[in-house]
C-alpha cells in the first residue's frame, strides 16, 4: 500500500520537463549551428508548454492509485 501524496508542484515540472526538452533538440540542433542560447530558450518554452500536461498526467496517475489501494 503506498502512501498518499500530492502531486508535485508545477515548477518541479516546469524544470523537469525543461531539460528533457533540452536533451531531446541539443544534439540535432547543434548537428546545424543553432546557438546554445536558442536551444535553452526553445527548452524553456517547450517545458511551459509542458508542465500543465503532465502535472494532469501525475494527478490522474495518483487517483488511480488511490482507487487500486482501496479496491486492494
Known amino acids: 500500500m503506498n502512501p498518499a501524496r500530492p502531486p508535485r508542484p508545477l515548477p518541479l515540472h516546469w524544470v523537469v520537463d525543461s531539460a528533457v526538452a533540452f536533451c531531446v533538440i541539443v544534439v540535432v540542433a547543434l548537428f546545424f549551428s543553432v546557438s546554445i542560447w536558442v536551444i535553452v530558450a526553445v527548452a524553456l518554452v517547450s517545458g511551459a ?12 496517475a495518483l487517483a488511480a492509485r488511490d482507487d487500486e489501494d482501496r479496491d486492494a
Open 49 to 60: 508548454v509542458a508542465a500543465p500536461l503532465t502535472r494532469r498526467a501525475e494527478i490522474r
